[in-house]
């Protein structure tokens, strides 16, 4: 599977965004999509995931904010930020997994799209 993050960029605080991924390859085996997040000299954070298992979880620092959804037709995934705040700033990376229970070690990754919100 091949991933191909889009739609960072720099957001006043407040603002929203919508980030996009697109899978190519073996889609059809794809169970779960998420996204994480990184900011330099930190370790890769969870932001979001859902599962066709019906798995839907977030991060308490974006829960009510940010919505991860699918399309299922267009094999990608979107990551709807709203109401962004300064330390929502990071390098977000979109995940899939085959397994139906979340990102797991054995997940694909895109390259990444920064997201810089300035105050």
């Known amino acids: 599977v091949q991933l191909q993050a889009s739609g960072g960029g720099l957001v006043q605080v407040g603002g929203s965004l919508t980030l996009s991924c697109a899978a190519s390859?073996?889609?059809?085996?794809?169970?779960?999509w998420g996204w994480y997040r990184q900011t330099p000299g930190k370790e890769r954070e969870f932001v979001g995931v859902v599962t066709t298992r019906g798995i839907v979880n977030y991060a308490d620092s974006v829960k009510d904010r940010f919505t991860v959804f699918v399309d299922n037709g267009r094999a990608a995934v979107y990551l709807r930020m709203t109401n962004l705040k300064p330390e929502d700033s990071a390098v977000y990376f979109c995940?899939?997994?085959?397994?139906?229970?979340?990102?797991?070690?054995?997940?694909?990754w895109g390259q990444g799209t920064q997201v810089t919100v300035s105050s």
């Open positions: 390859g073996a889609t059809l085996n794809i169970n779960s």
């Open positions: 995940g899939v997994d085959f397994e139906n229970t979340g990102i797991t070690q054995h997940a694909y």
